[in-house]
């Protein structure tokens, strides 16, 4: 049996497990990442699944918060300078349609965006806005210095942000549910509906008390920073990533997934794979894969505080999942609502009443499918290269709950019918889509989620729930949210970890600045 040793292993090669393994090899240690599936990039990818040509994102495909990263802001790891990773911003953020074909376009400039509610719903609600997008700023710049690096714990930030006024007023947002926070400031319901959809999209229900943290930090966030699409797909992240990994020495391996972490006296000393050859950790094992493989399945209890099995366990998942369409198509969509429409990053669908817009999410608690309020994005309208020429690249997708009533298991031979009046909901809000302009589709269901990225269990896209209780300081758990765990030398990243969810590298950068500060390296002569 082969046996193999390097400084660090890092289980798990979805972006924030690449992030801190390229870290890591830049500060020149011997890195290995192992990937179970066949290729490396976990929720972060782009394949060819609609024929030659066709660059598809089967899973994640807008990177919002990593433009805030200063990963990619100060350039840390040369990705940008030189490996070439490059975004396009588009310049209408996102658009809500209504059943009526009536719409809210958000540009990234917050005065354009305030002339458009003025000219759509009011002018009391087009003020409301900018004051709203200027209070909320503050807060945001106070968090950000929080997102990519460990929180501070709960106590100690509740404390700090009750040193001002500011603070003060991030705090009650936070523990708003996103539709108190939006009565708080406007008065067109469908202003505030269309507000809550695009927010939503990082998956929580905006009538969850807590879900106002979510309004109030990313309305700010995507004026100022856009929403990015990676040229090339959203695979290019990883791929640059992988690129300064090689170039630092690293050894990448995918289908090579970890059964166990080894554990002697407490502390690490490596892995076991599947396949039952062990690989020794010189320094340090980073599980960047879900928190509830890591401590459930990868662990023996016997290793563990008695009570944290229990702890995990308990850990929530979000209340709906994904359901999602990739699509070769032979020209982009043309909305009913207009030109504008056709022009925005994100086309999001929702109902025009607050009675409708509970039922809807209500529904999928529920465990109900609702086909009719999809979302499309169209990436070949800002990166011409991910399609033929003339061509484009689509994404259609709907949130859907995991557990549905029929079962979770009747998934696969559903999916064409959901498909099918998903589909039928864009055809009817557009001009041109139908069957001669849809070249190909692949439909990726929330089984297939999961059978793509075992990290993603029932389908959870964020790993965890994105609850107030699960964020911030308090994600995984409150005693072990700084990416340590009760084992000596192994350290946690990814979704389960501070930030959370989403294409972000936070607590990829986040856990590296840990194994830094624990190995006695200086991260800020590293990324100097
Ligand atoms: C349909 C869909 C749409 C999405 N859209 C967006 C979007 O537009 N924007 C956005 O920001 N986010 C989006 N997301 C969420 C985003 O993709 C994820 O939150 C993110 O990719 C998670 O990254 P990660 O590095 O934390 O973990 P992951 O990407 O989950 O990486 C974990 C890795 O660990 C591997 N692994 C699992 N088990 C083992 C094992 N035993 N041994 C070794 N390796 C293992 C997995 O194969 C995977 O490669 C979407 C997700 C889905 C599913």
Not at 104 to 113: G, L, S, V
Not at 216 to 239: K, N, Q, W
Not at 297 to 320: C, D, I, T, W
């Amino acid at each position: 049996m082969k046996n193999h040793s390097y400084d660090v292993i890092v289980i798990g090669a979805g972006h924030n497990g690449m992030t801190t393994a390229a870290y890591m090899a830049k500060a020149g240690l011997d890195v290995c990442v192992l990937e179970k599936s066949g290729g490396l990039g976990g929720g972060c990818v782009t394949r060819e699944l609609c024929g030659p040509g066709f660059k598809s994102d089967p899973a994640s495909t807008c990177h919002i918060t990593i433009q805030a990263n200063p990963l990619l802001l100060h350039d840390e790891l040369g990705l940008i300078s030189r490996y070439g990773l490059k975004y396009h911003h588009p310049e209408i953020l996102y658009s809500v349609i209504f059943p009526d074909d009536s719409s809210f376009i958000c540009y990234r400039d917050i005065d354009r965006t305030c002339a458009s509610i003025a000219e759509r719903f009011s002018a009391r609600d087009a003020d409301a806005y900018k004051r709203f997008c200027g209070w909320a700023a503050a807060g945001l710049e106070m968090m950000l210095p929080t997102m990519f690096s460990a929180c501070p714990p709960t106590g100690q930030l509740f404390s700090m942000l009750d040193q001002s006024d500011a603070g003060r007023e991030t705090m009650h947002a936070l523990l708003l549910s996103g539709m108190q926070l939006l009565d708080e400031w406007f008065e067109d319901d469908r202003l505030k509906i269309a507000m809550a959809r695009q927010a939503s999209e990082v998956i929580f229900d905006p009538h969850e008390v807590g879900s106002g943290m979510h309004l109030y930090m990313l309305t700010p966030f995507i004026h100022r920073f856009g929403i990015g699409v990676p040229e090339g797909g959203s695979g290019a992240l990883v791929d640059k990533l992988e690129a300064c990994l090689r170039a630092h020495g690293a050894t990448l391996r995918t289908r090579s997934g970890v059964r166990r972490i080894l554990v002697q006296d407490g502390r690490t000393t490596g892995v076991e794979l599947e396949s039952g050859e062990t690989i020794t950790a010189r320094r340090a094992v980073v599980s960047a894969v879900n928190v509830k493989q890591l401590f459930l399945q990868m662990l023996e209890p016997g290793h563990l505080p008695a009570e944290l099995p229990h702890r995990v366990r308990r850990l929530k998942s979000n209340p709906f999942q994904s359901f999602c369409q990739i699509m070769a198509l032979d020209e982009a969509p043309r909305y009913k609502a207009g030109e504008e429409v056709n022009r925005s990053g994100m086309v999001e669908f929702a109902p025009a009443t607050r009675r409708e817009f509970r039922r809807y999410f209500d529904d999928l608690q529920r465990g109900q499918i609702r086909p009719d309020v999809p979302a499309m994005v169209t990436q070949t309208l800002f990166d011409p290269t991910r399609a033929p020429p003339g061509k484009h690249t689509g994404y259609l997708h709907c949130y859907a709950p995991y557990h549905i009533e029929q079962g979770a298991e009747r998934w696969d031979d559903i999916e064409k019918e959901v498909a099918n009046e998903v589909l039928g909901h864009l055809e009817r809000h557009t001009t041109n889509m139908n069957a001669s302009t849809i070249l190909h589709r692949k439909i990726i269901n929330p089984r297939e989620i999961e059978r793509r990225n075992a990290a993603f269990i029932e389908g959870e896209a964020t790993h965890l729930g994105n609850y107030l209780f699960q964020s911030m300081a308090m994600r995984p758990l409150p005693e072990w949210s700084h990416y340590r765990t009760p084992v000596g030398g192994l350290y946690m990243t990814g979704s389960s970890t501070h930030p959370g969810g989403s294409i972000s590298a936070g607590s990829g950068r986040a856990a590296a600045q840990i194994l830094c500060q624990d190995l006695g390296i200086d991260f800020d002569r590293l990324v100097a």
